[in-house]
């Protein structure tokens, strides 16, 4: 039964993108690799390479939104602008897309945004305070090394915490 409803939507789908001239790129391609705190670089480095294949980067830095109204007459008849319905679209199926890929842990602080730009933001400004927390956690332990412990020994334990 739940197959059947599956693929009724997806038929749905299909013919009501049909019947319109865009079409808006679907995921196929999973990241294999839910995001938490200790795989950004990896995780982006997957989601960058889907995206560029897919010449969504715009979305990104929100670099190309079209206006919501084209004249003063649709804004008052309230008649949005093709263009930004289409982008909107694809915007609101990168975001699924992209929390699809994330763990529990990360969802959390995505609650809220609402945009591809806004998640894609918040994740850069969320890891690189994580980035800067741990460089001045390093540079403390260099400067105050505990005065039992060897040069050795420090890189050892250093090397060791660095473990996944």
Same mark, same amino acid.
């Given at each position: 039964m739940a197959s059947s409803t599956i693929e009724t939507t997806t038929i749905e789908i299909f013919f009501a993108f049909a019947s319109s001239s865009f079409l808006p790129h679907t995921f196929f391609t999973p990241i294999n690799l839910k995001?938490? *705190? *200790?795989? @950004?670089? =990896?995780?982006?480095?997957? !989601?960058?390479?889907? =995206?560029?294949?897919?010449k969504l980067y715009h979305f990104l830095d929100n670099s190309s939104t079209p206006p919501q109204f084209l004249?003063?007459? *649709?804004?008052?008849?309230?008649?949005?602008?093709?263009? @930004?319905?289409?982008?909107?679209?694809?915007d609101q199926l990168l975001v699924t897309w992209l929390l699809a890929s994330m763990s529990n842990s990360i969802l959390t602080k995505m609650v809220g945004l609402d945009s591809t730009h806004q998640i894609w933001s918040k994740l850069h400004v969320y890891y690189a305070s994580?980035?800067?927390?741990? !460089?001045?956690?390093?540079?403390?332990?260099?400067?105050?090394?505990?005065?039992?412990?060897? =040069?050795? !020994?420090?890189l050892f334990f250093f090397l060791i915490s660095r473990r996944p």
């Amino acid at each position: 039964m739940a197959s059947s409803t599956i693929e009724t939507t997806t038929i749905e789908i299909f013919f009501a993108f049909a019947s319109s001239s865009f079409l808006p790129h679907t995921f196929f391609t999973p990241i294999n690799l839910k995001l938490d *705190d *200790d795989n @950004f670089f =990896i995780w982006k480095h997957q !989601v960058l390479a889907t =995206i560029r294949e897919l010449k969504l980067y715009h979305f990104l830095d929100n670099s190309s939104t079209p206006p919501q109204f084209l004249n003063v007459e *649709d804004t008052t008849a309230q008649r949005m602008n093709p263009a @930004f319905t289409n982008h909107e679209q694809q915007d609101q199926l990168l975001v699924t897309w992209l929390l699809a890929s994330m763990s529990n842990s990360i969802l959390t602080k995505m609650v809220g945004l609402d945009s591809t730009h806004q998640i894609w933001s918040k994740l850069h400004v969320y890891y690189a305070s994580q980035t800067c927390a741990r !460089v001045k956690q390093l540079r403390f332990q260099l400067r105050n090394p505990k005065r039992d412990r060897s =040069i050795t !020994v420090f890189l050892f334990f250093f090397l060791i915490s660095r473990r996944p």
